[in-house]
């Protein structure tokens, strides 16, 4: 069991110097066209100091006052999915030789040391089901040599969003002991409680040479958690997992494809969603190729579409497919649902769809 | 298609920016003409407007009663016709007049009107003779003819980008003008095929890639709506660029008829 130590805001550059010494690359969420977005970072004074997120259905708004905390925000469009499943990659190409052969060479991203600095609670939730997915079974090359070189400085929330539901989800918004962080750290007024998780964060600790936290300070560690987890307004339905596979034909799905747009832009910014379609890159000699993995979405007819016939033609089976393959099928393929209550589906969908009303609508009446 | 096939590059009613696909090309203009035989490009400098080819491309519309002769005999000539652009795919900015006293406009715009014989709408090419493929965009990419091209060589018809503006915009990560900003971005209606460019520098796009698969517009109007804009602003949205595509068209009508 790892010891709580307290680094205070004003010796947080330390941190940064060690990942550096380390030879860590660091990046952490800073605001950026009006989003706190991953960024590469070498100082302390880059984080996103005194930062606020305002997100409702359709809506997310940066606001900056005088708090003295880096991480007084919930999250921000990206969680870690596309550091590890690159939105667009080559997976291999493919050239004639002089000889005229086809010659195929992988392109395997080289593993690289990089410390990510505000990963969220819910963040590692989605990444322990991506690592499930990406290196269980099948094992996936790009994904396993992005991963490998990577440090996780997760950050508790204290601010979670009024789109945030991991409290009903079970992943947030304190991490949990084996969620698989490095360092976690509690941020409060004047500093950082830190506790490591893995080897690595022992040893940075160690170099650190930090005092231990305060019984008062873990006491505010936990009372604004204990705070975090009764601000939270969404929850999924309670009888989801009995009322909602009986759903498929519920009027509801025709409803709320009244609304939806069938842009994607959900299973985009979910950290979750791992779909994925591949296409040919021809140079225009057609002397090689590059053949292309890139993100797709159960919103666009590729995703569907089966030896000339579209399988899922309407936007209401579209989104069906989206909400039932999260909410309830998951559970099949991975043992838990496939939602980790980030609430991003919620505030980045340019129509301001809830999945969490949704689900609640179509549970309604139990078990039809 | 045979080893090298030939190619003529046609231009009706239009701003010549399609075929700058073509012509700043670069190093792929070189590498082209090695692969094809250009025979017809009057920008370009080829001149052979009555030859016969394996591949038409057509840039603008149908405005005049001399393009109206020009594109038969090019559909007799052409074994394949390949719109390319707004103006020739779905009627462009010029066919805004079809919804207008067209003659008022002539006089508006041209010093000496009684020299201008026009049709009396500008329509794209399709409602005219079959088109046997269509390139989106105002204007298209360099990348759109390279792998419509390559695609031909190959002897496969070249994909069909239908997908939405989102997906790609997403794709590079650009935080959401519409969700950030309030930006009345037209990304979740619209065609991929651009690279997202409006949304990658904080701006909202305004679908000049014409309708995506499956386009919600009756959704994407209302989200307008709820963004402030008025009627007669939401139906200019869907008549820009690509106000023959019936998708939009037919949206517009709808706020157009409600803000009477
Ligand atoms: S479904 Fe929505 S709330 Fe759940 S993990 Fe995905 S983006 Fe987050
Ligand atoms: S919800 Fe859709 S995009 Fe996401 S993993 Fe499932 S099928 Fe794929
Ligand atoms: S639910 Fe929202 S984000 Fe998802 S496809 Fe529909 S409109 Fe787009
Ligand atoms: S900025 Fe526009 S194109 Fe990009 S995700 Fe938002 S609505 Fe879609």
């Known amino acids: 069991m790892s010891q709580h130590v307290f680094l205070s805001h004003r010796d947080s550059q330390r941190l940064f110097d060690a990942l550096d010494r380390a030879g860590y690359q660091a990046q952490a969420p800073q605001p950026k066209d009006g989003a706190l977005v991953f960024s590469p970072i070498r100082q302390a004074s880059d984080l996103p100091w005194g930062q606020h997120d305002t997100q409702r259905p359709g809506h997310y708004r940066l606001s900056q006052d005088d708090s003295p905390r880096a991480f007084a925000w919930a999250n921000g469009p990206q969680a870690l999915k596309p550091q590890l499943f690159a939105p667009s990659e080559p997976l291999w190409q493919v050239a004639r030789d002089a000889d005229g052969k086809l010659r195929f060479q992988a392109c395997a991203?080289?593993?690289?040391?990089?410390?990510?600095?505000?990963?969220?609670?819910c963040d590692l939730a989605a990444l322990a089901i991506h690592d499930a997915h990406f290196l269980g079974g099948e094992r996936d090359g790009h994904y396993a040599a992005r991963r490998e070189g990577l440090l996780l400085v997760a950050v508790n929330c204290s601010h979670p969003a009024q789109t945030c539901f991991c409290v009903s989800t079970g992943d947030g918004p304190a991490a949990k002991e084996d969620s698989g962080y490095d360092l976690?750290?509690?941020e409060l007024?004047?500093?950082?409680?830190?506790?490591?998780?893995?080897?690595?964060?022992?040893?940075?600790?160690?170099?650190?040479?930090?005092?231990?936290a305060t019984p008062g300070q873990l006491a505010s560690a936990k009372g604004q958690q204990h705070q975090a987890t009764q601000g939270q307004l969404r929850h999924l339905p309670d009888n989801m997992a009995s009322a909602l596979p009986n759903q498929m034909t519920h009027p509801q799905w025709d409803k709320v494809a009244e609304r939806c747009l069938a842009c994607g832009n959900c299973t985009a910014v979910c950290p979750t969603c791992f779909c994925h379609s591949e296409r040919e890159q021809p140079a225009l000699d057609g002397?090689?190729?590059?053949?292309?993995?890139?993100w797709d979405s159960c919103f666009s007819s590729g995703h569907s579409y089966l030896h000339g016939h579209l399988v899922r033609e309407s936007g209401a089976q579209r989104y069906r497919q989206w909400l039932m393959h999260k909410l309830a099928w998951w559970p099949e393929q991975f043992g838990r649902i496939g939602c980790v209550g980030c609430g991003r589906c919620i505030s980045w969908c340019p129509v301001g769809i809830d999945i969490s009303a949704e689900a609640h609508l179509l549970c309604q009446g139990g078990e039809a | 298609m045979k080893m090298k096939p030939t190619v003529a590059v046609h231009k009706f009613s239009s701003c010549d920016g399609c075929q700058l696909a073509f012509l700043n090309a670069g190093e792929a203009l070189v590498t082209l003409a090695g692969l094809v035989d250009i025979v017809h490009f009057a920008e370009a400098g080829y001149l052979d407007e009555e030859a016969k080819v394996d591949i038409a491309f057509i840039e603008g519309s149908v405005s005049t009663p001399h393009e109206l002769e020009r594109i038969k005999t090019i559909r007799e000539n052409s074994a394949m016709v390949i719109t390319i652009g707004a103006c020739a795919t779905s009627g462009g900015l010029q066919a805004l007049r079809n919804m207008h006293d067209k003659d008022q406009w002539v006089e508006g715009v041209y010093a000496l009107p009684e020299y201008i014989e026009l049709l009396e709408d500008s329509r794209p090419i399709s409602e005219f003779v079959k088109v046997d493929l269509e390139l989106w965009g105002c204007p298209i990419n360099t990348r759109q003819v390279v792998a419509a091209v390559r695609a031909l060589l190959f002897g496969v018809l070249p994909v069909d980008e239908h997908d939405k503006v989102c997906q790609e915009c997403k794709r590079q990560q650009h935080v959401c003008v519409m969700v950030a900003k309030d930006e009345p971005c037209m990304g979740p209606v619209t065609r991929t095929g651009c690279g997202a460019i409006c949304p990658s520098v904080g701006r909202d796009c305004y679908a000049c890639y014409g309708p995506a698969e499956l386009p919600n517009t009756g959704a994407m109007a209302r989200r307008l709506e709820g963004l402030g804009l008025t009627s007669?602003?939401?139906a200019q949205r869907f008549l820009f660029i690509n106000n023959h595509a019936e998708a939009f068209r037919e949206e517009a009508i709808k706020w157009q008829e409600q803000g009477q």
């Open chain 1, 109 to 121: 991203p080289k593993p690289q040391k990089r410390a990510l600095i505000g990963v969220r609670p």
């Open chain 1, 184 to 186: 976690l750290l509690d």
């Open chain 2, 232 to 234: 007669e602003a939401i």
């Open chain 1, 189 to 212: 007024d004047d500093g950082f409680v830190i506790r490591a998780g893995s080897g690595a964060g022992e040893q940075l600790l160690a170099g650190l040479a930090l005092e231990a």
């Open chain 1, 287 to 294: 002397a090689s190729s590059e053949h292309l993995r890139e």
